[in-house]
C-alpha cells in the first residue's frame, strides 16, 4: 500500500512516517495541502492521510479539489475538531473516513488496510473477468478457461494491479512502488522477468498479449470488452 501522509507539524508528521515505515508501509509526506494536492494527482497513491488545518490549502480543500480532479483513492482526514458539523464538512469535501486527533497508531493502521480493501476490494466485486480469466480476489484464485493458474503471490500481485488499471499504462516506477513498495534490491530488471513470466502463464503471445508493452513509458492491460 502506498500512502500520502499530509500534516504540517514536524513533531507528529516524523513519528507517523516512523510508524508506517516499521509496518511496511510505503510513505511520503508532505507539510503543506499546495504540495499535497499536486503530489496526490502525480504520486500514484492508494490512501491519502490528510491533515484538516494544513497551511496553503486546508484540508478540506485539498479533498474537494482532489475529487473534483477525479482523484480515485480513499482519504482519511485527520483533525482536533470533534462537532457533529465538522465531521460532515470533512466527509461532504469528499474524504472516505474521519479520525481524531490524538489516536492510537493500532486504529490508524486498521483504518488504512480497511480503506485500502474498500477502495480496491469492494465488496461488490469479489470476481474480476477479463478475456479467458477469472479472477477470485476473496481466495486468491485465477482461472483461465476453467483451468486453475499456479501464480506465485508477487505474479498474482502483479495480474491485480494490471487488470485494476485496464486501459491505463502504468510506468515501471508505479509497478514497482505498488506491488513491491519499498522491496531496496527490485531492478527494472527483475520487474521486466515478472511481467514476461506472467504473460507465459497466462499463456500469450507477441501477437496476442493482454499486457501492452507501450514503448518509452511502460506497460497497459489490454481488454476491448471493458
Same mark, same amino acid.
Given at each position: ?5 499530509? &500534516? ?5 508528521? %516524523? ?45 478540506? &480543500?485539498?479533498?474537494?479539489?482532489? !475529487? %473534483? ?17 465538522? !465531521? ?24 488504512? !488496510?480497511?480503506?485500502?480493501? !474498500? ?61 513491491? &513498495? ?17 504473460? %507465459? %502463464? ?25
Amino acid at each position: 500500500m502506498k500512502v500520502l501522509l499530509a &500534516e504540517d507539524d514536524l513533531r507528529l508528521g %516524523k513519528l507517523i512516517m516512523k510508524m508506517l515505515k516499521k509496518e511496511q508501509f510505503a510513505a511520503d509526506w508532505v507539510d503543506n495541502g499546495e504540495t499535497a494536492y499536486d503530489q496526490a494527482l502525480t504520486g500514484d497513491y492508494d490512501v491519502i492521510i490528510l491533515d484538516w488545518m494544513l497551511p496553503e490549502k486546508d484540508g478540506i &480543500e485539498v479533498s474537494r479539489l482532489l !475529487r %473534483k480532479e477525479g482523484y480515485s483513492g480513499a482519504i482519511l482526514m485527520l483533525t482536533a475538531r470533534d462537532a457533529l458539523e465538522d !465531521r460532515v464538512q470533512g466527509l461532504d469535501s469528499g474524504a472516505d473516513d474521519y479520525m481524531m486527533k490524538p489516536f492510537a497508531f493500532e486504529e490508524l493502521f486498521a483504518r488504512l !488496510r480497511s480503506l485500502y480493501r !474498500r477502495n480496491f476490494f469492494p465488496v461488490d466485486q469479489n470476481v474480476i473477468r477479463t478475456h479467458d480469466l477469472t479472477i477470485d480476489l476473496t481466495n486468491h484464485l485465477i482461472k483461465k478457461n476453467d483451468e486453475l493458474l499456479s501464480l506465485t503471490s508477487r505474479e498474482y500481485q502483479l495480474l491485480v494491479y494490471f487488470v485494476k488499471n485496464t486501459g491505463r499504462i502504468l510506468s515501471k516506477e508505479m509497478i514497482m512502488s505498488r506491488v513491491w &513498495e519499498e522491496s531496496s534490491d527490485v531492478t527494472f530488471n527483475t520487474m521486466e522477468a515478472f511481467v514476461k513470466l506472467l504473460r %507465459k %502463464k497466462l499463456g500469450q503471445s507477441k501477437q496476442s498479449s493482454y499486457i501492452k508493452t507501450i514503448r518509452g513509458l511502460g506497460y497497459m492491460w489490454v481488454d476491448e470488452h471493458v
